[in-house]
């Protein structure tokens, strides 16, 4: 059964209110964690590419590249949990996992779908929530995430009515 149901929250999901790139973010986190995210890309079927710039190069190690100097600029990992689906990471701090998915890529329960499991699939690695908000929403107000009481993904918000 699905985590939540495409007629729940496509508000949720619409560019228009939401802005088209939502904030991703799992808070609390540690170098070991960025690791635990960088060992499940590496075991899991999903495509991926890291990047400095424009180089692309081979993932490294969470320490490395948390290790960067401030001045180096924000290396990224993409993610392709299904070949229609990107999550981008951003390595802006060992304290918080943050990434950015393209609303406009996750229209439909099927879409839906893929994107609970990618964030349960996070969650459970790191038995941590992974919270979705707005563009800029500065993390104050997530709309859905994944609970890892319920071990399943949730609405955090009341759905918006337009």
Known sequence: MADLL???VKCFFDPDLMGSLPDVLVPWTSVEDWQAVLDLVGASAWKCQYS???AVLPV???EAVLSRPADAGCPQLRVWPTPDVLAIFRFASVEEIDFDV???ELQGQERLDVFCGFLRAIGRRLGKPVLMDSEGGEHSHPVLGFDVETDQVVLLAEPLVR
């Open 102 to 104: 393209d609303l406009r």
């Open 52 to 54: 400095e710039g424009e």
């Open 6 to 8: 495409w007629d729940d």
């Open 60 to 62: 490294p190690r969470a």
